[in-house]
């Protein structure tokens, strides 16, 4: 059976190290190709787009895919709304690995929005110096506050022909700590911080530190993602793809 992993997050190369040694699969892994440097496995990868939902079609008949496992980042709607139809009409069984949302918790002071625009909105009643956590492909949202100096933070640049925001970009990958985080809030006078709410322990280092330092963090929310089968943990994905390894040997 080939299976065809949708990746974009860090827990991707753990579930498909792990699924590849299910006996009686082959794994696929699929990445948009946003980062120069993905992490590496020996399982075989694929890099960019199908080229919409057609074309992932095309490519799941074409390349006789039995399953699919959507381990997108939670922000990567697009992609998992593209799958989810094609899955469909191609027969194919899908399931959605999602990683579990922050939730708030006391002393936090979040300001949920539910996009980016909205976060943009706001900023100019909230702050003068404010820490853009968001990566690169959102930073022209918020190139109009010409009031607002920021400081970005990103794996990678975004490309030559995007605008910036004005302020200060940061190339950097996490995990980051707890003791950086204060360190590079303090050292910047950062005042607000803007985030996603992608979840996972890589990048909560700074929600930490804006509790620490009561700063408002405005939160984005996460964009609708396909009503189908989800699971949060990479257990129990293993486990739905080798019950259907299981049930398909039955046939
Ligand atoms: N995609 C990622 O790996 C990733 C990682 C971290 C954060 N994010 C965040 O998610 C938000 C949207 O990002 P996005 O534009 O990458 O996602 P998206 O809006 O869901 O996808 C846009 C297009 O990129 C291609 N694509 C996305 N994921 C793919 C995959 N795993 N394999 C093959 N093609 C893929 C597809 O192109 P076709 O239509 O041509 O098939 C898709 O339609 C941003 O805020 C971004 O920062 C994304």
Redesign the pocket.
């Known amino acids: 059976m080939r299976v065809l992993i949708?990746?974009?997050?860090r827990e991707v190369s753990q579930l498909a190290v792990k699924a590849g040694a299910i006996p009686g699969i082959e794994i696929i892994v699929?990445?948009?190709g946003?980062t120069c440097q993905p992490i590496k496995t020996n399982l075989q990868t694929r890099i960019?787009?199908?080229?919409?939902r057609e074309?992932?079609v095309n490519y799941l008949q074409t390349n006789a895919i039995a399953l699919i496992i959507d381990a997108?980042?939670p922000?990567?709607?697009?992609?998992?709304f593209?799958a989810f139809t094609a899955a469909q009409r191609c027969n194919i069984p899908y399931l959605m690995l999602v990683r579990p949302q922050w939730q708030p918790v006391k002393g936090d002071r979040w300001i949920e929005v539910e996009d980016f625009k909205t976060a943009a909105d706001l900023l100019p009643s909230l702050a003068k110096r404010v820490f853009l956590s968001?990566?690169k492909?959102?930073l022209s949202n918020f190139i109009d506050l010409k009031n607002i100096w920021f400081l970005m933070r990103a794996i990678e640049p975004p490309a030559a022909n995007k605008l910036v925001p004005q302020g200060h970009l940061l190339l950097q990958k996490g995990p980051f700590s707890l003791i950086d985080e204060l360190q590079l809030l303090k050292e910047y006078q950062i005042e607000a911080i803007v985030s996603?709410n992608s979840g996972g322990k890589a990048t909560y280092a700074k929600i930490i530190a804006a509790r620490e330092l009561s700063l408002p963090v405005v939160m984005v929310k996460r964009p609708k993602i396909p009503e189908c089968d989800r699971v949060f943990d990479i257990e129990t994905a293993l486990n739905w793809i080798d019950s259907k390894v299981r049930s398909h040997k039955r046939k």
């Open positions: 949708l990746g974009g997050t699929s990445l948009a946003r960019g787009g199908f080229g919409g074309g992932l997108t980042h922000f990567a709607a697009q992609i998992s593209n968001i990566g492909q959102e996603k």
